[in-house]
Protein backbone atom coordinates (compact mmCIF):
# COMPACT_ATOMS: atom_id res chain seq x y z
CA UNK A 1 0.00 0.00 0.00
CA UNK A 2 2.88 2.27 0.65
CA UNK A 3 4.14 1.75 -2.76
CA UNK A 4 0.99 2.50 -4.46
CA UNK A 5 0.76 5.73 -2.25
CA UNK A 6 3.90 6.59 -3.11
CA UNK A 7 3.47 6.22 -7.21
CA UNK A 8 0.49 8.19 -6.90
CA UNK A 9 1.89 10.95 -5.35
CA UNK A 10 4.89 10.74 -7.32
CA UNK A 11 2.62 10.94 -10.36
CA UNK A 12 0.17 13.85 -8.71
CA UNK A 13 3.92 15.73 -7.91
CA UNK A 14 5.69 15.78 -11.09
CA UNK A 15 2.69 16.32 -12.97
CA UNK A 16 2.63 13.59 -15.35
CA UNK A 17 0.18 13.36 -18.22
CA UNK A 18 -0.16 10.96 -20.77
CA UNK A 19 0.56 12.23 -24.31
CA UNK A 20 -2.50 12.03 -27.01
CA UNK A 21 0.01 9.54 -29.16
CA UNK A 22 0.38 7.21 -25.35
CA UNK A 23 -3.47 7.50 -25.16
CA UNK A 24 -4.45 6.45 -28.58
CA UNK A 25 -2.40 3.64 -28.73
CA UNK A 26 -3.74 2.53 -25.36
CA UNK A 27 -6.90 2.70 -26.22
CA UNK A 28 -6.51 0.36 -29.02
CA UNK A 29 -4.71 -1.79 -27.36
CA UNK A 30 -7.71 -2.34 -24.79
CA UNK A 31 -10.15 -2.28 -27.95
CA UNK A 32 -7.98 -4.94 -29.41
CA UNK A 33 -7.84 -6.96 -25.97
CA UNK A 34 -11.38 -6.40 -24.70
CA UNK A 35 -12.44 -8.18 -28.11
CA UNK A 36 -10.70 -11.08 -27.98
CA UNK A 37 -11.64 -11.47 -24.49
CA UNK A 38 -15.20 -11.07 -24.80
CA UNK A 39 -15.60 -8.06 -21.91
CA UNK A 40 -18.42 -6.33 -23.90
CA UNK A 41 -18.64 -3.58 -21.84
CA UNK A 42 -14.80 -2.76 -21.86
CA UNK A 43 -15.10 -2.93 -25.51
CA UNK A 44 -17.88 -0.46 -26.01
CA UNK A 45 -16.36 1.80 -24.08
CA UNK A 46 -13.43 2.14 -26.49
CA UNK A 47 -16.08 3.35 -28.96
CA UNK A 48 -18.71 6.41 -29.64
CA UNK A 49 -20.63 5.45 -32.40
CA UNK A 50 -21.82 8.66 -34.46
CA UNK A 51 -24.06 8.79 -37.40
CA UNK A 52 -21.13 8.79 -39.84
CA UNK A 53 -19.58 5.83 -38.50
CA UNK A 54 -18.18 3.26 -40.68
CA UNK A 55 -16.45 0.01 -40.33
CA UNK A 56 -15.32 -1.41 -43.16
CA UNK A 57 -13.44 -5.19 -43.12
CA UNK A 58 -12.02 -6.35 -46.59
CA UNK A 59 -11.92 -10.09 -46.65
CA UNK A 60 -8.88 -12.78 -47.95
CA UNK A 61 -11.04 -13.65 -51.05
CA UNK A 62 -11.24 -10.11 -52.59
CA UNK A 63 -14.99 -9.09 -50.84
CA UNK A 64 -15.38 -6.42 -48.19
CA UNK A 65 -18.07 -6.49 -45.62
CA UNK A 66 -19.75 -2.67 -44.60
CA UNK A 67 -19.86 -3.91 -40.65
CA UNK A 68 -22.95 -1.64 -38.71
CA UNK A 69 -21.21 0.20 -36.03
CA UNK A 70 -23.47 -0.43 -33.21
CA UNK A 71 -21.70 -4.45 -33.69
CA UNK A 72 -18.59 -2.69 -31.77
CA UNK A 73 -20.61 -1.59 -28.70
CA UNK A 74 -23.52 -4.76 -28.36
CA UNK A 75 -21.83 -7.61 -30.43
CA UNK A 76 -22.89 -10.83 -31.39
CA UNK A 77 -22.27 -13.41 -28.57
CA UNK A 78 -20.86 -16.11 -31.17
CA UNK A 79 -18.37 -13.46 -32.44
CA UNK A 80 -16.55 -11.23 -29.24
CA UNK A 81 -14.54 -13.29 -26.68
CA UNK A 82 -12.94 -15.81 -29.14
CA UNK A 83 -9.60 -15.75 -27.21
CA UNK A 84 -6.25 -15.12 -28.77
CA UNK A 85 -3.90 -12.43 -28.46
CA UNK A 86 -3.23 -9.77 -31.14
CA UNK A 87 -0.02 -7.23 -31.24
CA UNK A 88 -0.26 -3.86 -32.90
CA UNK A 89 2.96 -2.27 -34.73
CA UNK A 90 3.78 0.17 -37.09
CA UNK A 91 1.83 2.80 -35.63
CA UNK A 92 1.47 6.03 -37.69
CA UNK A 93 -0.79 8.95 -36.54
CA UNK A 94 -2.54 12.48 -37.66
CA UNK A 95 -3.68 14.00 -35.04
CA UNK A 96 -5.29 17.99 -34.96
CA UNK A 97 -7.05 18.95 -31.91
CA UNK A 98 -9.73 16.33 -31.01
CA UNK A 99 -9.72 13.95 -34.58
CA UNK A 100 -7.34 11.60 -35.36
CA UNK A 101 -6.75 8.96 -37.87
CA UNK A 102 -4.22 6.46 -36.65
CA UNK A 103 -2.82 3.72 -39.33
CA UNK A 104 -1.07 0.45 -37.75
CA UNK A 105 -0.19 -3.33 -38.62
CA UNK A 106 -1.64 -6.29 -36.77
CA UNK A 107 -0.73 -9.32 -35.99
CA UNK A 108 -3.33 -11.59 -34.68
CA UNK A 109 -3.08 -15.28 -33.49
CA UNK A 110 -6.43 -17.35 -32.78
CA UNK A 111 -6.68 -19.13 -29.63
CA UNK A 112 -6.06 -22.52 -32.31
CA UNK A 113 -2.88 -20.79 -33.17
CA UNK A 114 -3.56 -19.58 -36.65
CA UNK A 115 -2.13 -15.89 -36.94
CA UNK A 116 -3.80 -13.21 -39.32
CA UNK A 117 -1.93 -9.90 -40.59
CA UNK A 118 -3.96 -7.02 -41.36
CA UNK A 119 -3.46 -3.33 -41.96
CA UNK A 120 -5.63 -1.17 -40.28
CA UNK A 121 -6.61 2.53 -40.23
CA UNK A 122 -8.61 3.66 -37.29
CA UNK A 123 -10.76 6.92 -36.63
CA UNK A 124 -10.89 8.45 -33.71
CA UNK A 125 -12.13 11.92 -31.93
CA UNK A 126 -11.50 12.95 -28.67
CA UNK A 127 -14.84 13.43 -26.64
CA UNK A 128 -15.20 15.09 -23.10
CA UNK A 129 -11.49 14.49 -22.73
CA UNK A 130 -11.13 11.06 -23.67
CA UNK A 131 -9.85 9.30 -27.43
CA UNK A 132 -12.92 7.09 -28.76
CA UNK A 133 -13.07 5.23 -31.97
CA UNK A 134 -15.72 5.77 -34.32
CA UNK A 135 -14.55 4.17 -37.29
CA UNK A 136 -12.41 1.99 -38.65
CA UNK A 137 -10.86 0.01 -41.79
CA UNK A 138 -8.99 -3.63 -42.18
CA UNK A 139 -7.28 -5.28 -45.20
CA UNK A 140 -5.41 -8.42 -44.84
CA UNK A 141 -1.94 -8.55 -45.73
CA UNK A 142 0.46 -11.43 -46.83
CA UNK A 143 3.80 -12.24 -44.92
CA UNK A 144 6.33 -13.53 -47.00
Given at each position: ????????????????????????????????????????????????IRPY???????????????????????????????????????????AENH?????????????????????????????????????????????
Amino acid sequence: MKTLFLLLLTTITIGYSQTDEEAIISLLEKESATWRAGDIEAHASCWSIRPYSRIFVSTADGNSIDVPPIMMINPPENIIGQGGTSKNSNYKMNIAENHAWVSHDEESTTADGITNYTYEIRILEKIDGDWKLVGQSIHPRKID
